[in-house]
C-alpha cells in the first residue's frame, strides 16, 4: 500500500546560552525573575534546559519555512528583550568561547537530576547548545524509511551550521567540537537501519523490558522518530548563530525529505551506507566545516563541500520551489562563501590577537560578536 504524502509542517527548537551582558560570562545562576519573565512573554513555547545558563525555544507547528522565520525570529527577540531587561544577552551557538563545564549549575528538576544522577560527569560536562528541526512525516513506516535515507545526507548540514569551535577557553582546531561533548553520551550519533516502524518499535520495547531506557525521548540519534509528534527529527545541527543560515537548514531538510519521498513514488531509494561512513563524513564536517572536503561514496572520492552544496541544492531545486523555500535553499551557497558562525569566531579571535589582544580579550570580542549577531535579520 502506498504510504500516505507527508505534510512536512515544520517545528524548530532552538538552545540558547545566556550570557552577562557587561562581561560575556555565562550567567551561572540567572535573576529570579528572569524565566518568570520570559514565560509570561512566550508561555510553554520557552523552556528550561540542563544549565541555568540555558533556554530552549520552540515553534508552533509551522506550515511552511516563511512560518517558521516569523515564529522564530519572534522568539528569538523576545527572549534577547527579557535578557536584557536581567542585565542578561542571548548567544545562539552551540559552545561558550570561554566558561568551564566546572563552573556552571544545574536547573532543580526531575529530568535533570535523574540525568545527572545517570551520567555524572558527562552529564555535568554537557554545556553545549543545539537545533532539532521537527517535520511532518504522518505514515509510520514512511518516517523510518526516510530516516533510513537521511542520514547520508546529515553531515552536509552539520558542515553548513557549526558553531562550536572553542571549548573550556581553548581553540579546538574543530569548526564543531558540541557532537565530541555530546557523543560522550550513550544512544547517540548516526542512527540504527531499520527495516520498518515495527522494527524500531520493537527495539524500543526490548530496551524498556530490560531497563535500560523507560522513555525513548533518551535516544539522542542525529535523526530520529519523534516519541512525542508523527514528526522526524533531525537533531545534528550546531545551533546557528544567524537566523538566516538557520532558515537555510530548516528549508533543506524539508526540501529533502520531500525528494526522498518523491524518489519512493517513482520505485527508487537513496542507497544506504554503512554508519561507519556516514561516521567519517560527520567527522569531516566537525573538522572542517563548509571549508572542508567530504567523501562522495558513488564517486569513491574526496570532495569540496562548496561543490558538494551546490549540487545538493540543484536537486533539491524543484521541491523548494514547490515548497516555497527556494531563496532559503540558496542561502547555502552564502554560507559556504562567506563561512558559518565557527569561522567568524576564529577570524575575530586571531584578528584581536594580532592587533595585540591578550587570549582573554580576544574570547570577549567574539562573545560581543555573537550576542550582536545572534540578533542579526532578527525583527526589532
Known sequence: MAAR??????GVEEEYLIVERATGSLSKVPPPGFMAHCREALGEQVTHELLQAQVEIGTSVCRDVDQ???????LRRT???CAADHGLALVAASTHPSASWRDQQRVDLDRYRLLSEDFQAVARRL???????????EDDDLRIDLMNQAGYFLPHLLALSTSSPFWEGQETGLK?????????LPRTGTAETFESFSD????????RATGLVDDPTKIWWDVRPSAKHPTLEMRICDICTRLEDTLCIVALYQSLLAFLYNLRGANQTWRRYRRLLIEENKWRAQRYGVAGTLADYGRRKLVPVA??????IDFLAPYAEDLGCRAEIEHARTIVRVGTSADRQMALYHAALA????????RKAVIDWLVEASLDGVPG
Open 5 to 10: 504524502k507527508p505534510s512536512l509542517t515544520l
Open 68 to 74: 517558521v522565520r516569523k515564529e522564530l525570529g519572534g
Open 79 to 81: 527572549v534577547a528583550n
Open 127 to 137: 554545556v553545549v547548545c543545539g537545533m532539532h528541526v521537527h517535520a511532518g512525516v
Open 176 to 184: 564543531s567540537f558540541r557532537p565530541t561533548i555530546f557523543g560522550d
Open 200 to 207: 524500531w518499535s520493537s527495539l524500543l520495547e526490548v530496551m
Open 307 to 312: 561543490e558538494l552544496i551546490d549540487e545538493l
Open 355 to 362: 592587533a595585540g589582544a591578550d587570549a582573554a580579550q580576544a
